[in-house]
Each structure stands twice: as C-alpha cells, then as structure tokens.
C-alpha cells in the first residue's frame, strides 16, 4: 500500500476548513450585520469548533476585516469614472454607483456592509475607511480637487445613507424611485462634493 506524504491531507483539510468559515463568515455579516453575528454562529454554520475560527482568524473583528470587501474591483472602475469631462464626474459616479445597486448580488453585499456599520461603530469605521482608501480618495486626487479626506467622507454618507433609505428602511418615495430619475438627482450633489467648491451651495465647476 502507497503512503500519502505526511501532513497531506490536514493541510487539504485545513484549508477546506479555512474557506468554510470565510463563506459562513461572509454570509452572516451580510445577512445579519457586525452586532448579531458572534463567532459561535459563524463555526456552527461552517460545521467546524468555535475555537477554531479563533485560532484561524484570532477574533470576530479580525475576520470581518477579513471578509469585508467591495462587490467592483477600484483599480478597474477608477478609469470609466475619469474618463471624460470633469464636468460630468458627477453623473458618472452616479450611474456607476446605481448600477452596482441595481445587480442582486452587488446589492446584497453593499447592504451586507451597510447593515454591519449601522450595527457596529467598529466596523462602521472598517467599511468606511475601505471605501474612502479603496475608492473616493484615489477618485478624489485623480480630479486634482482638494480636501479630498472631506470630500471622500461626505460622498460615503450620500451612499451609505441611500443604501439605507432606499434598500434597508425603504423610505418612501426613495425605495420606489425610478433609477434613472435617482440618477439625475444624485449626479449635481455627486458634482459638487467632487469637484465644486465646498463653502459656496451655488459652485460645482472644478476647484
């Protein structure tokens, strides 16, 4: 009989093991939030010890760092946002941003993030520095605008606080709204906290 090399099957297993907390992880901030996901219902759902997810991932924080991520990858979506005229940044962020809402699964996990910075300050402040670092603030100095840490913070509350009113609370009329007409709301706000100046309610040309 042939002999498997020594530590060949743990290390699959381990591994398995690894991915199996990472989806429950996943799917439990998502569906549930930061506050009602504890780590025990994490390893029950992955089928594996509580005391294993500490050892792999050391805490529920640490895991949710690790599960955290945007449904768009920045370094390909920056490019279409600045191309073309600053003039109409704006709208393109816009469409962009309403476009990924509008895919069930992008969906999903934008409110999945939303859901867990509500539930958290701790991870509010996570989800809110992975999308300013991932996203805003490269946009931000790719147009030359100044202040853009500010700027990055006020568009993060337009979209958090859409994906709230619009997916979570459904605020009316705002849960209803046609898309195309949310879009032509949101591109002049989007314009202005890009690349208007910031202290005139009147400007939103290039600073």
């Given at each position: 009989?042939?002999?498997k090399p020594a530590g060949a099957g743990r290390r699959a297993g381990e591994s398995g093991t690894r991915e199996a907390i990472?989806?429950?992880?996943?799917?439990?901030?998502?569906?549930?939030?930061?506050?009602?996901?504890?780590?025990?219902?994490?390893?029950?759902?992955?089928?594996?010890?509580?005391?294993?997810?500490?050892?792999?991932?050391?805490?529920?924080?640490?895991?949710?760092?690790?599960?955290?991520?945007?449904?768009?990858?920045?370094?390909?979506?920056?490019?279409?946002?600045?191309?073309?005229?600053?003039?109409?940044?704006?709208?393109?962020?816009?469409?962009?941003?309403?476009?990924?809402?509008?895919?069930?699964?992008?969906?999903?996990?934008?409110?999945?993030?939303?859901?867990?910075?509500?539930?958290?300050?701790?991870?509010?402040?996570?989800?809110?520095?992975?999308?300013?670092?991932?996203?805003?603030?490269?946009?931000?100095?790719?147009?030359?605008?100044?202040?853009?840490?500010?700027?990055?913070?006020?568009?993060?509350?337009?979209?958090?606080?859409?994906?709230?009113?619009?997916?979570?609370?459904?605020?009316?009329?705002?849960?209803?709204?046609?898309?195309?007409?949310?879009?032509?709301?949101?591109?002049?706000?989007?314009?202005?906290?890009?690349?208007?100046?910031?202290?005139?309610?009147?400007?939103?040309?290039?600073?």
């Amino acid at each position: 009989m042939v002999r498997k090399p020594a530590g060949a099957g743990r290390r699959a297993g381990e591994s398995g093991t690894r991915e199996a907390i990472l989806a429950s992880a996943r799917r439990s901030f998502y569906e549930l939030g930061y506050d009602r996901t504890s780590v025990r219902g994490i390893a029950q759902a992955a089928g594996v010890d509580p005391a294993l997810v500490i050892h792999f991932y050391g805490s529920k924080q640490q895991l949710f760092v690790r599960v955290v991520e945007l449904p768009f990858v920045p370094a390909e979506v920056l490019p279409r946002i600045l191309e073309g005229q600053s003039s109409h940044v704006g709208a393109r962020l816009a469409r962009f941003f309403l476009g990924v809402l509008e895919t069930e699964e992008s969906r999903l996990r934008i409110i999945g993030l939303v859901r867990s910075a509500a539930s958290e300050p701790e991870a509010a402040l996570m989800v809110r520095e992975l999308i300013s670092r991932e996203l805003f603030v490269p946009l931000i100095e790719g147009l030359g605008s100044a202040d853009a840490p500010l700027r990055a913070s006020l568009i993060g509350a337009q979209v958090v606080g859409l994906v709230m009113a619009r997916y979570i609370v459904a605020v009316e009329p705002i849960a209803s709204i046609e898309s195309d007409v949310l879009e032509r709301i949101l591109a002049p706000a989007f314009q202005r906290l890009l690349v208007g100046t910031l202290d005139s309610a009147n400007d939103a040309t290039p600073s």
